[in-house]
């Protein structure tokens, strides 16, 4: 195989998704880091309405629900995903003020002006850092927050293999400084940035080791299951072999 081409996004769509449900969440991120990240919010109360895109089964939705006020809105495109959020929030009691729907991010289910706070967490690239900042601002009440985890360079002297592989993913990962201007750019108050620690890579990283293992037993003789497998130990083994150079930020901004 290829490892320089192939990436998770070549493999099949249930199969990745087979691969990632019944955990509590699907990239890196940390309840600690939510709440790090929330702290920076102001004006929150009951009447608020929170978005939370690429919400996944709803790990850092239901840390969000537990410690502020107001309705949240979880959209992902992937339904098993959303029947799991709701799940979710009914047995940790929020389900009157959180609930998961099925939805795209290039097409999200909102009025203009509705929104107090957008949050993201390891989605937005899907759709582009710029592009997801530009086109949700509109969803934004003027004065709203946006929060948003995003991959991105710590240094600018990167070793080939590492810049290789990730500009075969995500040829938008950028530096901390053009992150923020671009923040600024789309039309936003920069108000914090700060770096996630190593270990929510870590911690996700040996989840995925652990996983990899039964779903190897379940698909055993599966050629794509196989190169699903090599691609997700090569993207751990590069991190712990590159993570000075690389991780994810929390970039919060307020509509101007
Ligand atoms: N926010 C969760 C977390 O941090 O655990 C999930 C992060 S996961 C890496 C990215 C999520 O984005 C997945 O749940 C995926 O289904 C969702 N996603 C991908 N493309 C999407 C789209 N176009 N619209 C909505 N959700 C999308």
């Given at each position: 195989m290829n490892k320089e081409k192939?990436?998770?996004?070549?493999?099949d769509l249930s199969m990745i998704y087979s691969f990632f449900s019944?955990?509590?969440?699907?990239g890196p991120g940390s309840p600690e880091e939510t709440l790090k990240a929330l702290g920076?919010?102001?004006?929150?109360?009951?009447?608020s309405k929170i978005a939370d895109i690429g919400?996944?089964?709803?790990g850092q939705t239901m840390v969000l629900g537990a410690n502020m006020p107001g309705e949240i809105v979880g959209v992902d495109s992937w339904p098993a995903f959303i029947e799991q959020f709701n799940k979710n929030a009914r047995s940790k009691g929020l389900h009157r003020r959180a609930r998961g729907v099925v939805g795209d991010m290039a097409d999200l289910p909102f009025e203009e002006g509705e929104l107090d706070l957008i949050w993201s967490e390891g989605a937005i690239y899907n759709i582009g850092f710029e592009r997801g900042l530009s086109a949700w601002?509109?969803?934004?009440?003027?004065?709203g927050y946006i929060a948003v985890t995003e991959n991105t360079w710590?240094?600018?002297?990167?070793p080939g293999e590492i810049q290789q592989f990730w500009d075969s993913i995500?040829?938008?990962?950028?530096g901390i400084a053009n992150k923020v201007a671009q923040m600024q750019d789309a039309g936003?108050?920069?108000?914090a940035t700060f770096m996630l620690p190593e270990t929510v890579w870590t911690d996700y990283y040996t989840w995925q080791a652990e996983r990899l293992k039964s779903f190897q037993q379940e698909h055993e003789g599966n050629p794509a299951a196989a190169g699903f497998i090599e691609t997700m130990r090569y993207e751990a083994e590069l991190y712990s072999k590159y993570m000075q150079y690389y991780g994810y930020m929390f970039y919060i901004g307020k509509k101007l």
């Open positions: 192939q990436n998770i996004h070549d493999f019944n955990t509590e969440r699907q920076f919010i102001r004006g929150l109360d009951e009447r919400c996944g089964t709803g601002r509109k969803f934004l009440k003027p004065g710590f240094r600018g002297d990167r995500y040829p938008e990962m950028d936003y108050l920069p108000v």
